[in-house]
Structures are given as C-alpha cells and as structure tokens.
C-alpha cells in the first residue's frame, strides 16, 4: 500500500533525477525555464504580428530549436576549451565579414547576409556580438589587471575592425552592440577612470566625424525624426508615432490576442520584428510588457550572479560581457520603439523574428552556462 510519503519521496526523487540529469548536459536549470518561457510567449505574440503566418512561425520555432541545439553543445565545453578556438573564430568572423563586404547579398539596401541559395542564409555580423568580447576577454585575461594602455590600444584596434566592417554594411545598430560588447569587457577588467573620462570627452567630437564621414542620409534622418518625430508624422516620424500609439491604446491589460489595430490594419510597419513590443503592448497591454521586462531582468541576475561565481578571469569577464550587452540590446529596442532614442534596427531579444539573431543569443546563453556549470570542475583543478 503507498502512503503518501511514499508518494512524496517519489516526487522528490523525479525533481532530483531532473536536476542531475541537467547537471550532466550543463544545463542551468533557471536559465532554461526562462528561455523556454520566453519561446512560447514570442510565438504567441509572432503569430499576431505576422498576420497569423504559420510561414514565419514554422521558421521561428525551427530557429529556436537550431539555437537551443548550439546552446546546449556549447554549455559541454569548459570555457578554458573554449578559450583557446577564440582568436580562430574571431579571426573566421572578420573574413566572413569581408565576405559580406565584397560580394554579400543585398536586401532592402543593406549588405548583411551571405546567401547559398537552397542552402543557408545568414548574417556574419551577429555572431560577433559572440565573438567580440570572447576575443577581447581571451586577451586581456592573458596580461596583468589592469590593463595597460598598449593593451588598451590592442584591444580597440581587436573592436574597431569588425565595427568599421559592420558599419559599412550598413547596420549601425550591431555596429554599436559589437562596440558596447567589447568595450564592457575593457570597462569590467578595470580600465582606469581617467581613460574613462577621456573617451566620454571624445564622444562629442566621435560622433560629429561619424555624422559627417560615416553615416548614410538615412541614418541622419532617423536621428532628426528621433528629435523631432512630428516633423514628418507621414514620412519617416510614422514608426515612432505609430508604435506610441499602438502601446498607449493597450492600456493596462490590452485589447486581446490577435484584437490589435495598429499591426493588423498595416498602421504599423515592421510589426513583427524591430516593433514587435509595439504589438505586445495593444494586445496584451502595460501588465503583458511588465511580464515581459521581469522575465528579462531575471535573466540578467542570473547572468550577473553567473559572472559573480565564475572561477576564471576569462569566464567573469565574458560572462559580465554578454549579459549587459543582452541589457543593452533590450534597452536599446524598448527604447526606440517607445520614442525615448533614435531607430537603430536592433530587433527585441527572443521576440522580434529572425533567425541568426535567435541562435546567437542562445549560444551566448550556452557560454554563460559552461562558465557557470564548470565552475566546480575548474575548483578542484
């Protein structure tokens, strides 16, 4: 006869077979719940966006499933394994944006993908959000902290050749992220607070030469209507206007799946990727964007409790890297979308369709995984 302790050590015994099982593929267990969660809330909200694409919304789960495989294949491997394919793979990131640069595939007047028909079609510049700061992490873990200026001066000169390439694309927004990814591994090793203020100083004068040597018209324009949104409200202010108006008309528990205007009635353009959230916030209104920001920021505290823990140079500062560059990706949408800085196309972190984007970040969570479930194994070494 069972009784229900029996019943009760059962349970416990399922929850602890579960917890080893994923101890042995280094698997962290919270990480995943959150990004599972997230996948199933994003093809709810994708399917809206789209139109009810079942198209868009067979390639987005297939994406997931892709990037899920590299997240767990890439959490197998100790990060000091991982450390030493660092300078290849950058070294391949930078000839395949040379690849794009020269003979890449063109799509609504960008260069950015490398395109096999029948093949594969892919985008070079988001697999160095990866590679940026695992390159300059591999660097600077191998010299005294802090660092030096000669290793200042080599680990921007490591930043600025994918940055250029990137910016050539055109794409501004990766550009910045690969920059920030790179400058936070600096920032984290203990760059010193006069060189600190001296860059701040030469933002002014950095950001005159690039609007006048760097940045395409269309660039410049989106800076204007950021200003100044109303300026043109059928022109190039109708995103921004659009999107306010899309999340301001959600209120506080929106208007229902599938129910929003804005996206369904064509009022908002690119409604199912850069203005997703705009989508979000009609249908499902101010709680379903509070949702959405706390899944996000339990992810990041448990990228920086990640990075706390990690027992490697190499580890703590990739590990720091890649969750505020995922803080500022989700800044640097929200933002844009809701009016408060300029569009820069950065799509929103697992929601925004795209498939590169998706397994990217998924692999970045698979290091922040290996760092964080070899720690033990590193310990005792």
């Not at 010299?143 to 680990?155: A, D, E, I, M, Q």
């Not at 996000?296 to 890649?322: E, P």
Request: with cysteine.
């Amino acid at each position: 006869m069972t009784t229900n302790f029996d019943r009760t050590l059962s349970s416990e015994d399922v929850m602890r077979r579960r917890a080893t099982l994923l101890q042995r593929l280094h698997i962290d267990g919270l990480l995943l719940l959150l990004l599972l969660v997230l996948a199933c809330g994003s093809l709810f909200v994708l399917y809206s966006a789209s139109g009810k694409s079942w198209d868009l919304l067979t390639k987005q789960a297939s994406s997931f499933g892709l990037g899920l495989v590299a997240m767990v294949v890439i959490a197998q491997f100790e990060p000091r394994f991982l450390a030493r394919w660092v300078p290849i793979g950058y070294v391949l990131g930078v000839l395949l944006l040379i690849v794009v640069d020269i003979m890449g595939h063109n799509a609504m007047g960008a260069t950015r993908w490398i395109n096999i028909p029948g093949v594969i079609r892919f985008q070079p510049a988001e697999f160095m959000k990866i590679l940026m700061p695992a390159t300059i992490a591999w660097y600077l873990a191998k010299r005294s902290l802090p660092p030096r200026l000669k290793h200042v001066v080599v680990s921007l000169a490591l930043i600025v050749v994918p940055f250029v390439l990137v910016v050539r694309q055109p794409d501004l927004g990766t550009s910045l992220l690969i920059l920030a990814s790179g400058t936070f591994v600096l920032f984290m090793a203990g760059l010193q607070w006069r060189w600190i203020a001296g860059a701040v100083a030469a933002v002014v004068p950095v950001a005159v030469g690039m609007w006048t040597f760097v940045m395409h018209d269309y660039q410049k324009q989106r800076i204007l209507t950021f200003l100044d949104p109303e300026s043109d409200p059928l022109g190039t202010g109708w995103n921004i206007i659009q999107s306010k108006a899309a999340i301001g008309s959600g209120g506080v528990f929106g208007k229902g799946w599938l129910l929003g205007t804005q996206s369904h009635l064509d009022f908002l353009p690119e409604s199912h990727t850069d203005f997703i959230i705009a989508v979000l916030g009609e249908e499902f209104g101010l709680v379903g964007i509070c949702l959405l920001l706390l899944i996000y920021l339990l992810l990041i505290a448990r990228g920086l409790v990640i990075t706390a823990q990690a027992q490697t140079l190499f580890g703590k500062l990739l590990a720091g890297s890649l969750t505020m560059t995922f803080f500022v990706y989700v800044l640097v949408n929200i933002g844009m979308v809701s009016g408060l800085l300029p569009v820069v196309g950065v799509p929103l972190p697992f929601i925004s369709y795209g498939g590169t984007s998706l397994v990217t970040l998924l692999s970045g969570f698979g290091v922040l995984m290996a760092v964080h479930t070899h720690r033990k194994w590193i310990a005792q070494v």
